[in-house]
């Protein structure tokens, strides 16, 4: 079982529309979340972190903790083309020190 | 300023070869990382150091050996260059384990 889970996509969303990301991670100790863009050819680019169960807002983005079900999303609300890329989710835990990443969902913004 | 800065950017060289890869952060970060990217983009922690102290090591072949001169930069030496050795390498820096991290734009490495 992979550490870190995401859909690869690619998932398409029409432009101004919510985009939904999701993440499953396995273990329970995980208490650091993040996620990460990564345009095609550059490196990847920190968007938000969470570390409490609940939603955390920036702009038109939202992250949203679960750790019951050790689950983590992103939405990202009024897509824009700009936004197409892949979003990786990265967890970790205070005791292995070091970012566990998923192989990354593929988002394309319809225009 | 480039915050996480990695050169060289294109790396083509041929099986055996030995090569380095540096890396240089001006955040003032405590702790550094060198991650393989593969084809299939799937992004993997190799080493990290804290305060040039090495912490991860994962299970890299030893013909790969990071050196960290100072906190603020931490090089990667690749000796007998393989095949199955190319890919994307990416530096990043955090102020320390578990934070979030920056990443450098990345060194592609291609072997002949």
């Known amino acids: 079982q992979k550490e870190v889970e995401q859909n690869s996509g690619p998932l398409s969303v029409p432009e101004g529309a919510i985009a939904s990301l999701n993440c499953t991670y396995s273990?329970?100790?995980?208490?650091?979340f993040f996620w990460y863009r990564q345009y095609s050819g550059k490196s990847p680019e920190l968007i938000m972190s969470?570390?409490?169960?609940g939603d955390k807002e920036d702009g038109r983005f939202t992250a949203q903790l679960n750790k019951a079900s050790q689950y983590v999303s992103l939405l990202i609300r009024d897509s824009q083309p700009s936004d197409s890329a892949t979003y990786l989710c990265?967890?970790?835990?205070?005791?292995?020190?070091?970012?566990?990443f998923g192989t990354g969902t593929r988002l394309t913004i319809i225009p | 300023d480039t915050a996480v800065s990695q050169t060289p950017k294109y790396l083509v060289t041929q099986m055996g070869n030995d090569k380095s890869i540096k890396c240089e952060q001006n955040?003032?970060?405590?702790?550094m990382y060198w991650y393989k990217q593969d084809s299939k983009k799937f992004l993997k922690i190799m080493f990290s150091?804290?305060?040039?102290?090495?912490?991860i090591n994962e299970t890299v072949p030893n013909r790969f050996s990071p050196k960290s001169p100072d906190k603020a930069h931490l090089n990667l030496h690749i000796n007998s260059l393989e095949l199955g050795d190319s890919a994307v390498y990416f530096c990043?820096?955090?102020?320390?384990?578990?934070?979030?991290?920056?990443f450098g734009d990345g060194t592609r490495l291609s072997i002949l």
């Open positions: 990043a820096s955090s102020t320390g384990p578990n934070q979030p991290q920056h």
């Open positions: 273990d329970r100790v995980s208490q650091s």
């Open positions: 969470i570390y409490s169960n």
């Open positions: 990265a967890a970790s835990n205070f005791g292995n020190e070091k970012l566990t």
């Open positions: 955040l003032g970060h405590d702790t």
């Open positions: 150091y804290n305060n040039k102290e090495l912490i």
